[in-house]
């Protein structure tokens, strides 16, 4: 193999990993706002817990929880909470 294949060969290399990269960017943008929303989830449910000796609020530091309060924001903390008031 000489060297113009092998210059050949990494142009089509990097034409297919830019064109996948491209492809997929939507999907994986998403994905990464997702999991950040659920890390802030999670922190805010951790607060809450810090929180509930003085408020007497407590959700649990469950993955469901993160992700509804990550998503839907404070609106998802309220449902959360009134769905907690509710079913105790």
């Given at each position: 193999m000489?060297?113009?294949d092998k210059i050949g060969v990494v142009i089509l290399c990097a034409f297919l990993f830019f064109s996948v990269l491209?492809?997929?960017a939507a999907p994986l943008k998403l994905a990464a706002k997702v999991l950040l929303n659920t890390a802030l989830g999670f922190l805010a449910l951790f607060l809450l817990g810090l929180t509930a000796p003085l408020t007497g609020f407590?959700?649990?530091?469950?993955?469901?929880?993160?992700?509804t309060v990550g998503i839907l924001g404070v609106p998802g903390l309220?449902?959360?909470?009134l769905l907690q008031m509710l079913f105790v």
């Open positions: 000489g060297l113009t491209r492809l997929f407590s959700l649990g530091l469950n993955f469901f929880n993160a992700v309220v449902l959360l909470l």
